[in-house]
């Protein structure tokens, strides 16, 4: 049981370059939630996902597309990477019990 | 807006010692609060959660407060360890997918 899993852990990109961020889960989660995490700053919301085959925005969402594969796994992409879109990604799926979300490991990525 | 405001931003402690963090919050309605330790380079990990309802919780050396009607919550760490060097993270649910994340406060414990 591995919980939640994100690939890679580190990148490194030229502005303009896009990539994809993988997530995957296998507690047989609903909902899954792609986040940000900048220094000096709380976690913000880029996207999230309530149930297989749908996706909303979150609080910082411009810059980003997702996309929701099935039920284990919620990609994240940058079309055209920018120097502000440098962070530490965290994926994370959530337990409908407490509200209770379970995160991964993180993917450090900056931008050139 | 929902906001999550945490102090002290960091504090180093020596191994042995207690400390306390604090957790302001105005999120409304509110459903539960939980502290995450995220250690460096990973993923949070919860400690505990508390509900409206609930003013205390303990998990090991770690105890969190809630007193909801001031909307604080404050996280005690007994007999520290050199292994609660870590960024602890105060967190507010306020509805089924939202949640409001404070900025953490950075605890280092020296031996």
């Known amino acids: 049981n591995a919980g939640v899993t994100q690939t890679p852990k580190f990148q490194v990109l030229k502005t303009g370059q896009s990539m994809t961020l993988q997530c995957a889960q296998d507690?047989?989660?609903?909902?899954m939630y792609w986040y940000r995490q900048d220094p000096g700053m709380g976690l913000r919301l880029i996207y999230y996902?309530?149930?297989?085959?749908?996706?909303d925005k979150g609080e910082v969402p411009n810059g980003y597309n997702v996309s929701r594969l099935n039920k284990r796994e919620f990609s994240l992409r940058l079309e055209s990477a920018a120097p502000s879109q440098t962070s530490v990604y965290f994926c994370?799926?959530?337990?409908?019990?407490?509200?209770?979300?379970?995160f991964g490991p993180g993917t450090r990525l900056t931008v050139l | 807006k929902n906001q999550v405001e945490q102090s002290p931003q960091s504090l180093i402690i020596l191994e042995g010692k207690n400390c306390t963090l604090q957790?302001?919050?105005?999120?409304?309605?509110?459903?539960?609060l939980r502290w995450y330790k995220q250690d460096t380079g990973r993923g949070p990990v919860s400690l505990t959660i508390?509900?409206?309802?609930?003013n205390t919780k303990s998990n090991g050396r770690y105890t969190a407060t809630l007193d909801a009607d001031t909307k604080q919550s404050s996280l005690h760490i007994t007999a520290s360890q050199l292994s609660d060097s870590a960024s602890y993270i105060c967190?507010?649910?306020?509805?089924?997918?939202?949640?409001?994340f404070g900025a953490g406060t950075t605890v280092t414990v020296r031996a």
């Open positions: 507690m047989n989660h609903n909902s």
């Open positions: 967190v507010v649910s306020s509805n089924d997918y939202k949640l409001s």
């Open positions: 957790c302001n919050y105005t999120v409304s309605p509110f459903s539960n």
């Open positions: 994370a799926s959530r337990r409908t019990e407490y509200n209770e979300q379970f």
């Open positions: 996902s309530a149930s297989e085959g749908t996706t």
């Open positions: 508390m509900t409206f309802s609930e």
